[in-house]
């Protein structure tokens, strides 16, 4: 006579955790250059009226050059395949898309609020000590614009569970749908001369490239 026994539950799959040291370097050498590349677009000039902000990239020399230094996309690149590696050790522990999400971006943010404060003390601190309004402003403005990857990157990570359901079920075509995505939306923005459709592309080429890494 035989025994009918329950069936043992299924045991999470143990992948094992492996540090790749030359990921590390790539993220942090990324973003040093970058806050180095940003630190060198910023200039002061001494007026009679006071200090004037001026944007290097608003040269004619620095754009181009700047096509030779560009480190963002490595970021992305290495952040992407960290990315699907701690998404598939986390759902093989039972957790959940949310939780992951959640997870990565209060790592992303809460450094981001901290410095965020700082920022703005400072700010606020010169507006104490009579410096003029509009240079507040102008210096509020140029301290925001490397912080644009910030909004980028934390869209990426949200979207890394959902990106990589994808990928594990149709790479070649995730990477493809995506590049299509890019390229349309360039040639929307070239038709119709409305630079706005752009900002949609920099949220899509970003996502692009996270999704190499996840290759």
Do not use: C, K
């Not at 004619?60 to 560009?70: G, K, L, N, T």
């Not at 963002?72 to 986390?90: K, N, Q, Y």
Request: without cysteine.
């Amino acid at each position: 006579m035989s025994v009918l026994t329950a069936p043992r539950p299924a045991e999470p799959i143990a992948r094992p955790v492996v540090r790749d040291r030359s990921i590390d370097v790539i993220r942090s050498a990324s973003l040093v250059l970058v806050v180095l590349l940003h630190a060198m677009m910023v200039g002061v000039t001494l007026t009679g009226d006071g200090p004037v902000f001026e944007n290097a990239l608003e040269t004619e020399w620095f754009a181009p050059v700047s096509w030779f230094v560009q480190m963002m996309p490595l970021f992305f690149l290495a952040g992407g395949f960290t990315a699907i590696g701690s998404w598939r050790r986390a759902r093989d522990r039972g957790v959940g898309s949310a939780a992951f999400v959640a997870g990565r971006l209060q790592r992303l943010l809460v450094p981001a609020a901290a410095m965020f404060a700082v920022i703005g003390g400072g700010l606020f601190a010169l507006t104490l000590v009579g410096v003029p309004a509009d240079i507040v402003a102008t210096a509020g403005f140029r301290i925001s614009q490397p912080l644009w990857f910030l909004g980028v990157f934390t869209l990426a990570q949200a979207l890394v569970p959902l990106l990589a359901s994808w990928h594990d079920r149709a790479p070649r075509s995730a990477l493809g749908s995506l590049l299509a995505a890019v390229l349309f939306i360039d040639a929307a923005r070239f038709a119709t001369g409305n630079d706005a459709v752009g900002y949609l592309g920099l949220a899509a080429v970003w996502i692009l490239i996270q999704q190499l890494g996840f290759w």
